[in-house]
């Protein structure tokens, strides 16, 4: 059965750094695309950041590039959210999300974290 | 960047009744879209790809159709336990977007 396990989250202050990690299980880590996808209180969804199986490219949403890195490490299966520079728009639930295969079909989410809270505030 | 715009925002129906979901995009996206069921306290949960094949364990109750722009979210007779927000997804091109959801309500 796959499972994932977001955490890392909590109260960070504007300017500050948090760490996110994701500990799957259930499948071969390097065989699938991983992505984080958030959700602002009260608003929709909206993805984050995408890595390729083995690791070598990632994407990013305008709203976090330059100031998230996304990260992964296979024989761990655990997939990380280094988040600097955080803002009060950072706010939010952070799912972490395994694509539905290495590339193409990789861009759909097939299994999904319970997500992580991150909150930035003064 | 492709935006996807869905309607209704709101839809307010009865167990029983057919629930139909829109999402169009800004371009041509091909079969390029997922639609995703997310409630309250929940992870989201993949309902729909490639803009008509169900997910694993999906009922048959749900279906999607559509290509290029318009795509459409079809539950032909809603349970109670259907109503929740939809998202609409399309995976043709960076970045990755979503749709802004659907509420789908209990009337």
């Known amino acids: 059965e796959v499972q994932l396990l977001d955490s890392g989250g909590g109260l960070v202050q504007p300017g500050g750094s948090l760490r996110l990690s994701c500990a799957g299980s259930g499948f071969t880590s390097s065989s699938y695309a991983m992505n984080w996808v958030r959700q602002a209180p009260g608003k929709g969804l909206e993805w984050v950041s995408a890595i390729s199986g083995s690791g070598d490219i990632t994407n990013y949403a305008d709203s976090v590039q330059g100031r998230f890195t996304i990260s992964r490490d296979n024989s761990k299966n655990t997939l990380y959210l280094q988040m600097n520079s955080l803002r009060a728009e950072d706010t939010a639930v952070y799912y972490c999300?395994?694509?539905?295969?290495?590339?193409?079909?990789?861009?759909?989410?097939?299994?999904w974290g319970q997500g992580t809270l991150v909150t930035v505030s003064s | 960047e492709i935006v996807l715009t869905q309607s209704p925002a709101t839809l307010s129906l009865s167990p029983g009744e057919r629930a139909t979901l829109s999402c169009r995009a800004t371009q041509s996206i091909g079969s390029e879209l997922a639609w995703y069921q997310k409630k309250p306290g929940q992870a989201p949960r993949l309902l729909i790809y490639e803009g008509s094949n169900r997910a694993t364990g999906i009922p048959a109750r749900f279906s999607g159709g559509g290509s290029g722009p318009d795509f459409t979210l079809t539950i032909s007779s809603l349970e109670p336990e259907d109503f929740a927000v939809y998202y609409c997804q399309q995976r043709r091109s960076w970045p990755l977007t979503f749709g802004q959801g659907t509420r789908l309500e209990i009337k």
């Open positions: 999300a395994k694509g539905m295969a290495a590339a193409g079909a990789g861009k759909y989410f097939d299994y």
